[in-house]
């Protein structure tokens, strides 16, 4: 009779314990500010008043849903949001990669390393400090309107534009966060095998050949994943930068789903309608998510998932 041998398995809890404790805290963060709230997401469905209760209010079912929908502030709303998150995908997005392929080309390190921390400083600034920024270079007393005045004799209001109000939320991202972003190309581009180049200056390639045939197909995976991380959050707009730049004139274009939902649940109080907008645009970027991410791997790509 053949004996069946068990092994015995080690207790992979025990020997991992000090990861799990490592993970703990970032776990509890997000249980307790990300996925408890989530029981706040029946309220969209709900004709909520603070003075009856959560669960004592009356279900409406769709309603608010319909009422969002019909009513003409979705179209703006969409329209403004869409706008500035396809500037940031084609405008902000690419001028992170070029930033980090123009750092990464610098060959004398402490220049670079100089180049690196400047770049790197205006995301530890407040967006109150970056609108303080904004006002002293294109307010109407600003430094440019100065100069325009002076030379051309004529003064552009740029901050109650319509026109203008977009380029200069990208120009403010762009000037914040560029450098930042530049992280964790900085990081894939270390990874490329300097060997290729090497091979690459032998067979006479020049630098501009470098960067099209080695350096962005060597990140390629790196970019196309960042691409879908930031479509999860495309229709999310930086609140604070939006509210800061935000006036009664230039309203049409800058009024946006983050600061309509600010607006509608904290100064209004109806808090239903509220929730029932943020709702629609989360699950407006889980679509948009999902389908890039089947469009990735469709193309032969990495998806996230």
Do not use: C
């Not at 207790?11 to 993970?23: G, S, T």
């Not at 921390?117 to 109407?140: A, D, E, K, N, R």
């Not at 095998?193 to 390639?205: F, H, T």
């Amino acid at each position: 009779m053949e004996r069946t041998i068990r092994l015995h398995k080690p207790n992979k809890f025990k020997q991992l314990w000090p990861f799990y404790v490592l993970a703990a805290p970032g776990l509890l963060y997000f249980i307790v500010f990300h996925y408890a709230p989530m029981w706040g997401l029946v309220l969209a469905f709900k004709d909520y008043s603070p003075f009856v209760g959560v669960w004592d209010s009356p279900w409406v079912g769709l309603t608010n849903f319909k009422d969002f929908f019909s009513t003409s502030d979705f179209y703006i709303l969409l329209k403004n949001t869409l706008l500035l998150s396809f500037l940031n995908l084609f405008v902000y997005f690419p001028f992170t990669i070029m930033l980090s392929i123009m750092l990464h080309e610098l060959r004398l390190h402490l220049f670079k390393r100089i180049s690196q921390t400047i770049v790197y400083l205006p995301h530890f600034l407040s967006w109150v400090v970056i609108y303080g920024i904004t006002i002293s270079f294109f307010g109407p007393s600003g430094v440019i309107n100065h100069y325009m005045e002076q030379w051309f004799s004529s003064n552009t209001l740029f901050l109650v534009s319509n026109e203008w109000f977009r380029p200069l939320i990208i120009l403010q991202s762009i000037w914040k966060d560029a450098g930042w972003g530049t992280i964790i190309f900085l990081a894939a581009l270390a990874g490329i095998n300097p060997e290729l180049y090497e091979a690459a200056k032998v067979d006479g390639a020049n630098r501009f050949h470098n960067i099209v045939n080695i350096t962005l197909p060597g990140i390629k995976s790196t970019i196309v994943i960042l691409m879908l991380l930031k479509l999860g959050s495309s229709l999310d707009s930086n609140f604070m930068q939006i509210f800061l730049m935000t006036n009664s004139l230039n309203l049409d274009v800058s009024n946006v789903f983050d600061l309509f939902v600010y607006h509608i649940g904290l100064e209004q109080f109806n808090y239903s309608f509220a929730i029932t907008v943020g709702l629609f645009k989360s699950i407006a970027s889980l679509v948009l998510v999902l389908t890039a991410n089947y469009a990735a791997k469709w193309l032969g790509e990495e998806g996230i998932f």
